[in-house]
């Protein structure tokens, strides 16, 4: 049981190229997220997704674009990286519980992107 | 969701116990008041939830107040491996996906 993993790890990206972050998660979880964060600032959620073929937008969607084509795959994509988009971006997943409450978020290991 | 407030920073001697507040005076009825700690340049990592009893595990103790309007996380017996940045979170259960709303949390030091 692998958790949440994230690929790459690091990246470093040139103004106007393009990237995708793979984020996969192996505990069925139906609830997955897309998180950056910046030097001495805490998470800002990104984009989301509540199921399969589902995705909705967070605090700071502008320049990002995501995907959830399977159940246990979550695509953050950027379309023309900016400066601004240097960043650390962590994935996260979530399970429903009873009663309609939600279980807490497994954080991946994040990845470190640079966009000169 | 409500928002929270936490001091900045604080430091707690290794083997004492550490206390961390958090302000919540805007939660509602149906809000949870989630902790989650941030290891340097690690993803967060969950530590405890409440609604309204105080909780624990096996990591911390959650104390809530009556009016709900505040809370402290207890960390009983610090050491130098629970130096990280605590973050409190009040969300509702289910709305929106759930999402976390980060603040900037407390910067724990925990000194030999």
């Known amino acids: 049981n692998a958790g949440v993993t994230q690929t790459p790890k690091f990246r470093v990206l040139k103004t106007g190229q393009s990237m995708t972050l793979l984020c996969a998660q192996d505990m069925n979880h139906e609830y997955m997220y897309w998180y950056r964060q910046d030097p001495g600032m805490g998470l800002r959620l990104i984009h989301y997704?509540?199921?399969?073929?589902?995705?909705a937008k967070g605090e700071v969607p502008d320049g990002y674009n995501v995907s959830r084509l399977k159940k246990q795959n979550f695509l953050l994509g950027l379309e023309s990286a900016a400066p601004s988009q240097t960043s650390v971006y962590f994935c996260?997943?979530?399970?429903?519980?009873?009663?309609?409450?939600?279980?807490?978020?497994?954080f991946g290991p994040g990845t470190r992107l640079t966009v000169t | 969701d409500a928002k929270t407030t936490q001091p900045p920073s604080m430091d707690c001697a290794e083997g004492r116990a550490a206390n961390l507040p958090c302000n919540h005076s805007?939660?509602?009825?149906?809000?949870?008041v989630y902790w989650y700690r941030q290891i340097h340049s690690q993803g967060p990592q969950y530590i405890i939830h409440g609604l309204k009893n105080n909780e624990t595990n096996e990591m911390a103790s959650l104390i809530i107040t009556e009016d709900r309007k505040s809370s402290t996380l207890i960390l009983p017996h610090a050491t130098l491996r629970d130096t990280a940045v605590y973050y409190c979170i009040v969300r509702v259960a289910r709305n929106q996906g759930g999402k976390l709303i980060f603040g900037q949390g407390t910067e724990l030091s925990v000194k030999p």
């Open positions: 997704s509540v199921g399969e073929g589902t995705t």
């Open positions: 996260a997943s979530s399970h429903t519980l009873l009663a309609g409450n939600l279980g807490e978020q497994y």
């Open positions: 805007t939660i509602s009825g149906n809000e949870y």
